[in-house]
């Protein structure tokens, strides 16, 4: 965060979608590099928001998006939203005050294939309420940080261009390379396989269709109905053995009870003089 920047920041929700925590967004970031565990958030998808903080803490942009912990607590590592950039090419939202905010969602995402991993706030409700928690001020924001609209969100009607996205992220998968590129870049990739993945992936124009979505909402169903189910076999293996192991204990300390009980006998008998 810079002195003349926005401040970014990201709330977490429960299962009651009730705002429960923020932190700065390079505090997240630490977080997904394996830092820290969540262990509130164990064997969960977690509802956030990612927030751009303007002057007089007035919630200039917000990105509602989900990530994944692990039963350990643990983020997912393979999270990669650009959320800043999503910001910044979002539409304009709901008015609070001092101008529409941009808004990235489910239904209003600037990247289409990444509208997935987001969630739809539903009401201006939701939105009052991070502009709420924003202004408790918690993380100790600067009131005034110089922050102009302009210089941070483009323009409404700037073209989101596939070269564009690649950018964000070294390690993506799908760039678009330079036009007229014919030779192996960094990744020893070719501009014509760059090419045929993409169509492959997201059709000839570059856009995720309907149905890519709904086939890869489905991929992502079914992965997680199947860790479901190793989770659910691995704990009833555990179950069995340890039920198994307490079966012989009880059956070790039958025994021992049943020695036991003889030496008592025999004990008791000679002091009757019976032996």
Known sequence: MSEHGPQEVVLFLDSEHEIVEEMFLADFERLLAGNERLDRYAASKVHAVYCVVGNGLSVRGAVFFLFSVDENGVPDANFNLPLPYLAQHAGVGADLGQG???????????????????????????????????????????????????????????????????????EAPLVTPPQGASERNGNGVKAAEYSAKLNEVFGAEGKLSLQDMIRLHSEQLNEAKAKYREDVESQQLAYLDQLRAAREEIHALKVALRQEQGRNRRLQQMLRGDL
């Open 100 to 170: 529409g905010i941009r808004i990235a969602s489910r239904g209003k995402c600037p990247v289409p294939w990444h509208s997935v991993n987001l969630w739809e706030p539903g009401d201006a409700d939701m939105i009052d309420a991070v502009q709420r928690r924003v202004f408790r001020n918690k993380l100790r924001l600067q009131t005034h940080c110089g922050f102009r609209d302009e210089e941070f969100f483009a323009s409404t009607d700037t073209p989101i261009t596939l070269t564009e996205v690649g950018e964000l992220d070294a």
